[in-house]
């Protein structure tokens, strides 16, 4: 077994371990705190898949500003067991249901898997941040011209709103 699969076998492990947790806790905040984890274990199966811009763009976005805005969010919330709404159970059994249902679908599909057919890691650069600024600012340029203009316009909007009058 090479370094490479005991990697992707421990990134596994632990994405679905803080997954798991993650479902399982009684706290917001820890709950969001292993969704964190989460994100981590996915950079680093991107990493393996030699797609280190998409890792990074992972934690930066997903694992620093949106889970901040989370934890944010669940503190202002401030839940408390005594305000907590009333269970309903009818939505209890529409979500065993559903979550059976993606589960049979889920083991169907990993059935029909062609075990020959196996992903080859660290192949190419398609994921390198070199190729990926090329083909942007070579085929895609007037898009990305566009956008970060709208991206501009809307940060000035945001602004202007957000100001005091």
């Known amino acids: 077994m090479n370094i490479t699969t005991l990697l992707f076998i421990l990134l596994s492990v632990m994405a679905a371990g803080s997954a798991i947790m993650m479902i ?35 934690i930066i ?35 065993i249901i559903s979550g059976g249902s993606l589960l049979l679908v889920l083991l169907s599909a990993l059935m029909k898997i062609d075990s020959h057919q196996l992903v080859q890691m660290k192949v190419g650069d398609a994921g390198l941040i070199k190729e990926l600024g090329k083909t942007l600012f070579t085929n895609y340029v007037l898009p990305f011209e566009l956008s970060s203009v709208l991206f501009l316009s809307a940060m000035i909007g945001a602004v202007v709103l957000g100001k005091k009058d």
């Open 24 to 58: 399982t806790s009684k706290s917001p905040v820890h709950s969001v705190l292993w969704l964190i984890v989460v994100f981590f274990a996915i950079s680093g199966h991107y990493i393996l898949l030699n797609a280190q811009f998409l890792a990074i763009v992972n």
């Open 61 to 95: 976005v997903y694992a620093g500003a949106i889970m901040v805005l989370f934890l944010f969010v669940v503190m202002l919330m401030n839940l408390n067991a005594d305000t907590e709404p009333v269970k309903n159970y009818r939505l209890q059994l529409i979500g």
